[in-house]
């Protein structure tokens, strides 16, 4: 295989950095924006060239990765961004809609989706205050009360009655599932509970609750029935799922603490390959290079941004570049340019948002 680099078009810089950027039609116009939340409590609204078309100071600390998503069901997409400071913030374009404020600490970026069955979106989030709430339109509909730090939750139906429940992890040790907020079932583990992800992984249109903790373990979850229990012996970060190998069937793309990076077979977490040198949270998975096989690019707390590739029965790394000093967010890729190939979004702090793509010398 020829070498390849990371090639940087554009970078735009927000003091103290940003964490992962996201990408969609905030002005309902046809054209997709990417929208950034600043560690300086900016919310940015940029052009897929990177070029500012509007901000706005939103907190006097740091904003979460916003979530874009019709929460109103008027057609027209709004734009929700957590802070630092125990806040939900909505905008409709560039408009403030309103101001939840009733959290006393950091909030995890939040899931919009309909889980009281009246067939309109609500907004739920965990947050450090160990609250985990559901709103609308600005306004509580309720909240439970968890021992500690409460994840970003996952929503769907689990258990496939026709309607969504919770799903929500915490460093409490405990992953728990709401029917509304009446909850239906609560497992315990010795250490915390990473944000959860839903994917359906046997084919039966019902998704899987796939998670990882503190005490090393990865596990899957049909219902409460328990599919998997991967112990690695250190620290896992939430996974990415995604085919891989391209057998039609789901592999888990996990990091583990200190450097190493899995994928593995679900549900039966048999070991496909591994790699050595970089571990984080959520990797991106998506064709870079053009040849319709998926890549995957992984952030770093240290600061590392890494492109590896399965091939060969192996986990070769393709890329890889390092920003000292600094922490790199959660990746996304898109064809940013309509060139036909996909390229890398990320967060960094201290820098801001970079789009990367990859080339041959």
Do not use: C
């Not at 450090?128 to 609308?136: A, E, F, N, P, S």
């Not at 315990?188 to 509970?193: D, L, P």
């Not at 053009?290 to 690019?297: F, L, T, V």
């Amino acid at each position: 295989m020829s070498s390849r680099i990371l090639t940087e078009l554009w970078r735009f810089t927000i003091d103290g950095g940003a964490f992962s950027p996201n990408i969609g039609d905030v002005d309902n116009n046809g054209v997709l924006e990417i929208v950034v939340g600043g560690r300086n409590g900016f919310l940015y609204y940029l052009s897929l060239e990177g070029q500012e078309l509007w901000s706005t100071k939103a907190s006097e600390q740091s904003l979460r990765t916003p979530i874009i998503k019709d929460i109103d069901d008027d057609g027209q997409n709004e734009v929700v961004v957590a802070t630092f400071d125990g806040s939900l913030i909505t905008f409709r374009n560039n408009e403030l809609l309103w101001r939840f404020t009733r959290f006393r600490a950091i909030v995890e970026p939040p899931v919009i989706e309909d889980v009281n069955g009246d067939g309109e979106n609500e907004i739920i989030a965990g947050s450090k205050d160990h609250t985990l709430r559901v709103i609308k339109n600005g306004k509580e509909l309720w909240h439970v009360r968890f021992n500690d730090w409460v994840y970003q939750p996952a929503v769907g139906d689990i258990n496939g009655d026709g309607e969504n429940e919770i799903i929500a992890g915490s460093a409490d040790g405990t992953l728990r599932i709401f029917k509304g907020e009446n909850e239906l079932s609560r497992l315990e583990f010795s250490k915390g509970v990473w944000e959860p992800v839903l994917s359906d992984i046997d084919g039966d249109k019902v998704p899987e609750i796939i998670f990882a903790s503190g005490d090393g373990f990865l596990r899957v979850l049909k219902g409460t029935e328990k599919l998997l229990e991967k112990n690695f012996r250190n620290p896992v970060f939430t996974p990415s799922i995604s085919d891989i190998d391209g057998d039609g069937k789901f592999e888990a793309v996990v990091g583990v603490t200190p450097n190493s990076t899995y994928i593995l077979k679900l549900p039966s977490g048999e070991v496909l390959a591994s790699y050595r040198g970089i571990a984080g949270d959520r990797p991106a998975i998506g064709d870079i290079d053009g040849d319709n096989k998926p890549e995957i690019i992984i952030g770093a707390a240290n600061g590392s941004l890494v492109v590896l590739k399965y091939e060969d029965d192996q986990l070769r790394l393709l890329g890889s570049l390092r920003y000292p000093g600094s922490s790199v967010y959660p990746p996304i890729v898109y064809d940013i340019n309509n060139d036909g190939l996909n390229e890398i979004l990320v967060g960094v702090r201290g820098i801001g948002v970079i789009a990367l793509r990859y080339v041959s010398p």
